[in-house]
């Protein structure tokens, strides 16, 4: 997921995410039980949604949805909360009703809980200051993606900290753009 997600050119990511998809999909049916399982099953589709992008992209985070809805059935604490953060971002990244299910209270709730079970993570810290940041709530965006960018780094997963703690990097300088902005209106 994260050498296709932060290394491969931009045009090979939707198919490379489809065939991951399909993997990940052959693996939940061989093992349903898995909460870790649903849960990058629905981090892949919603991944892959975003390299497709449009209106076409919408079927696929819905499955994502059911897939990490699944996953919190099964084990809420799987992964270290990692479904509650997959879903808060996506309900704050998705239309709302009627085009989708998008719900920002519902993704701070999500985002929230994430938190409570892995306050010192990189993803669940990095999607709770995007949440924020386009709530317009700076100061708090600025802390916790500073969190993020504080956070241990986790075994076996380079590629993908090094890919986070770079969007991270970019998304503190946007907020720290926007807050002085919005100070000196």
Partial sequence: WAEINYQLPEKQREAAFAELAQRAEKAVTGEPQAAELHIWHGIILSTWAGAKGGLDALDLVKQAKAELEQALK?????????????????????PGWPI?????SQAETMLKKALALNPKGIDPNYFYGDFLQREERYPEAK???EKALAAPDRPGRASAEAGRRAEARQLLKTV????????NK
């Fill in 176 to 183: 720290e753009e926007k807050s002085t902005a919005s100070t």
């Fill in 100 to 104: 989708g299910f998008g719900d920002d």
């Fill in 143 to 145: 802390a916790a993606l």
């Fill in 74 to 94: 099964l084990d809420d604490q799987a992964l270290d909360g990692s479904a509650y953060t997959s879903l808060g971002s996506l309900y704050y990244q998705v």
